[in-house]
């Protein structure tokens, strides 16, 4: 977009000031003699549709879109096992999987399992797409790091008289990044997840996203929103790590056993699945942890940290108590696993199909 004006202006000729087709005062020595400049100005002004278009069809913003939609789709399907599940894990009701359903079902109906799903979406939707555009993210940086430090001779460090080249192929970029992911997800979505649990497991307090936010202020301010961020940071980061590790490990063993370049749909379910059974095994006990002491508030009783909150399960229901609500647990994380790396990967392809990087 451009627009014109005509102008004549009286100047000096001499040192010119100018910028672009923007001409400045002219002034010369007091021995020149003035003389006229027609000068035609012209102001260019970016059409932002374009600017907009092109950072909507970048690959990092395609993959942020894609997580968010996959991240949107799966919980639409699965929010009835996010209900059981979080209801067992912090001992609401009935110790059983079918138990808690039919429990949930006889109180508040079939729409009793979408308890809190509106949150729960709200909290996913940017969850999903802030982790795996992290994830895609960092593993490239990474990646592309090493090769450059690979190609320079690795990374020199010098120590007094002392130097050494050390080399970081050691480092895992998907580890790296799925721990970076991780972290990202947490920081900025845990007031949500904070949110969406009061919903869940309380109703008759908080019986709206309006009265908790109202309650949850009232009661503790901003900070009570981060309530159990601490454990929720030293819980996710083995599950993050794991998780994302397993997925591309397996992927790429997998592909490599089959000669083929890419998984079709059905073995991202599965290696998704598998990757997510995995992870969620090796950190269920910080899991049971992390709600103790988010949630602790609401039944008067809230340990200090995580290690006395460990201590608390152990102590009142055994070494078991630590993974109780681990098979519910399971039967949720592991079809939301590989039915999001199978939304994602599809809208990947669809979203980036075009693209010159692909």
């Known amino acids: 977009m451009a627009f014109e004006s005509q ?23 007091p021995n020149k003699e003035m003389i006229h400049i027609d000068k ?23 993959e942020f879109i894609s997580g968010a939609l996959a991240g949107a789709m799966t919980k ?17 009701g009935s110790k059983s999987i079918a138990g808690s359903f039919i429990e949930v079902v006889e109180q508040k109906g079939l729409p009793g399992l979408w308890v809190g799903n ?3 979406m709200l909290r996913i939707v940017p969850t999903q797409a802030i982790e795996l555009g992290t994830f895609e993210y960092v593993k490239r940086a990474v990646t ?15 120590v007094g008289s002392v130097s050494m080249n050390l080399s970081l192929s050691w480092v895992s970029p998907v580890a790296v990044a799925g721990a970076a992911a991780g972290i990202a997800a947490t920081l900025v979505c845990h007031p949500l997840e904070v949110l969406k649990d009061r919903l869940t497991i309380r ?28 454990p929720t940071l030293i819980g996710m980061l083995p599950y993050s790590t794991s998780y994302y590790f397993i997925y591309e490990t397996t992927k790429k063993w997998y592909c490599s056993a089959k000669k083929k370049k890419s998984l079709n749909r059905p073995e991202m379910l599965l290696i998704g699945a598998l990757a997510g059974f995995t992870a969620s095994t090796i950190s269920f006990p910080l899991e049971v942890a992390r709600k103790r002491l988010m949630v602790g508030a609401l039944q008067g009783k809230c340990p200090p940290h995580m290690v006395a ?34 939304f994602y990967e599809a809208w990947k392809d669809i979203l980036l199909a075009d693209r010159p990087f692909q």
Not at 76 to 92: H, S, Y
């Open 309 to 342: 909150a460990l201590a608390e399960v152990v102590r009142e229901q055994g070494f078991m108590g630590l993974y109780r609500g681990w098979g519910a647990s399971c039967l949720k994380v592991m079809p939301s696993s590989g039915i999001t790396w199978m």
């Open 144 to 158: 592309s790091a090493q090769e450059k430090l690979e190609e320079n001779g690795g990374l020199e460090l010098k």
């Open 118 to 120: 509106t949150i729960n």
């Open 76 to 92: 639409a399907v699965l929010a009835p096992l996010e209900t059981i599940r979080t209801r067992m894990v912090v001992g609401v």
């Open 40 to 62: 035609e100005y012209r102001f260019h002004i970016p059409d932002f549709r374009l600017v907009l278009r092109d950072l909507v069809r970048t690959r990092e913003v395609g």
């Open 203 to 230: 109703p008759d307090i908080y019986p709206s996203i309006r009265v908790a936010l109202g309650r949850i202020l009232k009661d503790g301010g901003i900070r009570a929103f981060y309530a159990g961020i601490s």
């Open 7 to 29: 102008s004549q202006e009286k100047g000096f000729v001499g040192a010119a000031g100018g910028f672009g087709d923007v001409s400045g005062m002219l002034l010369i020595p």
